[in-house]
């Protein structure tokens, strides 16, 4: 399997924002495998950092924009479309000015910069995604569907009600080459009869011949294309910048009419969403990466405490998935209760918290000269109930880790349907 990938030294660069037409900054750093790529504003007394995941995106108005905590960066679509393009994993995009530069409005100088630093191959092995049935997105006329494929293509429709610029139809197999030959080029676009609605409300403050293709009824207000089918060419740009934030090497045919922002987005999240139940639906039938006798060397727990079965998935330390296999003969079921047995909802956020246990002691080389002590769980839910038979598996995400200290998002599902949830903050303290 091919490998990940970052830069090997920092580079940075600086223009104008197209919406705040303020000077902007990026800066980029090369990060270690399983980081993702992350971005950061500089310029602002707040240490927040902003992954750019499908989670964090706050606008899609004329652009992708992500935000955390209050904390936002505008514009983000061409900088992903290159960093997807060239199959970049892992990298630190320092910002200044709330908003990525934007170039001539294509991601060609995005390559050209990410070139100039160098591409690296690291150790660990890429995140592939593969669906294996179509998955589709649709409202009124707007439609994105993709379907089991090996390799990444696009086929991507644009129709517009407009003398100049009708329709204009481009399938292609997205791999390094073409991208850096015919899509990265690809320049951002605009109606003239659109400008001043737009400056009306705030945006394209920036805009100009120099950064966008302008189009009146005639042809380009400036300039030549460069290519025929550039139009396209750049919604299928801006539809790969929109699926890096899936969070991994998608594969897959994709087919999009009339799509945009918008709909790209919430295309991603159904897909995520696709994404995330697959291993969780698979868990029961699924081999373990860790079995019972694994488990036991990782957690203290022991009969009848120990309830976990198996760990069917882990990502990094970022995400576990657990198993626990619910039998008649567990014993709790013997006064809870014995004519109607029902799991006890505080066994089944212990299971959890026992599968995030083992996702945190997976963190340290020496497992065994450790123990966790959890210091609190919030938002405990309890769904539905869990009975003799039922399998259940628990999915957790880390959603801080800090020295010895972590957090989590667990939820609880017996064949595919949530029965509880909860967020659990645990400590790793020596024996």
Same mark, same amino acid.
């Given at each position: 399997?091919?490998?990940?990938?970052?830069?090997?030294?920092?580079?940075?660069?600086?223009?104008?924002?197209?919406?705040?037409?303020?000077?902007?900054?990026?800066?980029?750093?090369?990060?270690?495998?399983?980081?993702?790529?992350?971005?950061?504003?500089?310029?602002?007394?707040?240490?927040?950092?902003?992954?750019?995941?499908?989670?964090?995106?706050?606008?899609?108005?004329?652009?992708?924009?992500?935000?955390?905590?209050?904390?936002?960066?505008?514009?983000?679509?061409?900088?992903?479309?290159?960093?997807?393009?060239?199959?970049?994993?892992?990298?630190?995009?320092?910002?200044?000015?709330?908003?990525?530069?934007?170039?001539?409005?294509?991601?060609?100088?995005?390559?050209?910069?990410?070139?100039?630093?160098?591409?690296?191959?690291?150790?660990?092995?890429?995140?592939?995604?593969?669906?294996?049935?179509?998955?589709?997105?649709?409202?009124?006329?707007?439609?994105?569907?993709?379907?089991?494929?090996?390799?990444?293509?696009?086929?991507?429709?644009?129709?517009?009600?407009?003398?100049?610029?009708?329709?204009?139809?481009?399938? !292609?197999?997205?791999? $390094?080459? %073409?991208? /850096?030959?015919?899509?990265?080029?690809?320049? =951002? *676009?605009?109606?003239?009869?659109? @400008?001043?609605?737009?400056?009306?409300?705030?945006?394209?403050?920036?805009?100009?011949?120099?950064?966008?293709?302008?189009?009146?009824?005639?042809?380009?207000?400036?300039?030549?294309?460069?290519?025929?089918?550039?139009?396209?060419?750049?919604?299928?740009?801006?539809?790969?910048?929109?699926?890096?934030?899936?969070?991994?090497?998608?594969?897959?045919?994709?087919?999009?009419?009339?799509?945009?922002?918008?709909?790209?987005?919430?295309?991603?999240?159904?897909?995520?969403?696709?994404?995330?139940?697959?291993?969780?639906?698979?868990?029961?039938?699924?081999?373990?990466?860790?079995?019972?006798?694994?488990?036991?060397?990782?957690?203290?727990?022991?009969?009848?405490?120990?309830?976990?079965?198996? !760990?069917?998935?882990? $990502?990094? %330390?970022? /995400?576990?998935?657990?198993?626990?296999?619910? =039998? *008649?003969?567990?014993?709790?079921? @013997?006064?809870?209760?014995?004519?109607?047995?029902?799991?006890?909802?505080?066994?089944?956020?212990?299971?959890?918290?026992?599968?995030?246990?083992?996702?945190?002691?997976?963190?340290?080389?020496?497992?065994?000269?450790?123990?966790?002590?959890?210091?609190?769980?919030?938002?405990?839910?309890?769904?539905?109930?869990?009975?003799?038979?039922?399998?259940?598996?628990?999915?957790?995400?880390?959603?801080?880790?800090?020295?010895?200290?972590?957090?989590?998002?667990?939820?609880?599902?017996?064949?595919?349907?949530?029965?509880?949830?909860?967020?659990?903050?645990?400590?790793?303290?020596?024996?």
């Amino acid at each position: 399997m091919a490998k990940q990938r970052s830069i090997s030294k920092e580079v940075e660069t600086r223009g104008v924002g197209i919406h705040t037409g303020e000077e902007v900054s990026i800066h980029l750093k090369p990060l270690p495998p399983d980081s993702g790529i992350i971005f950061k504003r500089v310029d602002i007394n707040r240490d927040v950092c902003i992954p750019a995941t499908i989670e964090n995106v706050t606008s899609y108005v004329r652009g992708t924009n992500l935000g955390k905590d209050g904390v936002e960066i505008m514009t983000v679509e061409h900088l992903l479309s290159s960093i997807y393009g060239l199959g970049i994993d892992n990298m630190l995009i320092e910002n200044t000015g709330g908003e990525i530069p934007a170039c001539d409005g294509s991601a060609i100088d995005f390559v050209n910069l990410i070139d100039k630093a160098g591409i690296i191959e690291q150790n660990e092995e890429k995140r592939y995604l593969s669906v294996s049935r179509p998955v589709l997105y649709t409202k009124n006329d707007v439609s994105i569907a993709i379907y089991p494929e090996e390799e990444l293509s696009i086929s991507y429709t644009i129709s517009f009600n407009h003398k100049f610029l009708n329709s204009q139809f481009a399938h !292609i197999s997205i791999n $390094e080459d %073409n991208y /850096r030959k015919n899509i990265a080029p690809a320049r =951002t *676009f605009v109606f003239y009869k659109d @400008v001043e609605a737009l400056r009306k409300q705030g945006l394209i403050k920036g805009g100009s011949t120099e950064n966008a293709l302008v189009i009146t009824d005639e042809g380009l207000m400036e300039g030549e294309l460069r290519d025929k089918n550039e139009f396209v060419y750049h919604k299928i740009s801006d539809f790969i910048g929109d699926l890096c934030l899936i969070g991994g090497t998608l594969k897959g045919r994709l087919v999009a009419i009339k799509a945009g922002h918008k709909s790209h987005i919430e295309f991603i999240k159904k897909l995520k969403h696709y994404f995330d139940m697959q291993p969780i639906l698979e868990a029961p039938n699924s081999d373990p990466i860790y079995d019972i006798d694994a488990i036991k060397k990782i957690l203290p727990h022991r009969y009848p405490f120990l309830l976990v079965d198996k !760990i069917t998935y882990k $990502e990094g %330390n970022r /995400r576990v998935i657990g198993v626990k296999n619910v =039998t *008649f003969n567990e014993p709790f079921f @013997v006064g809870h209760f014995p004519d109607t047995p029902i799991m006890p909802g505080v066994l089944i956020q212990e299971a959890m918290a026992q599968v995030g246990g083992v996702l945190l002691l997976t963190t340290v080389n020496n497992p065994t000269s450790k123990i966790v002590y959890f210091l609190g769980i919030n938002n405990a839910k309890f769904r539905k109930p869990v009975f003799p038979g039922d399998t259940l598996v628990f999915d957790l995400h880390t959603t801080r880790l800090k020295n010895k200290i972590s957090e989590t998002k667990g939820r609880a599902y017996v064949r595919g349907e949530l029965v509880a949830e909860g967020e659990y903050r645990a400590m790793l303290v020596d024996k």
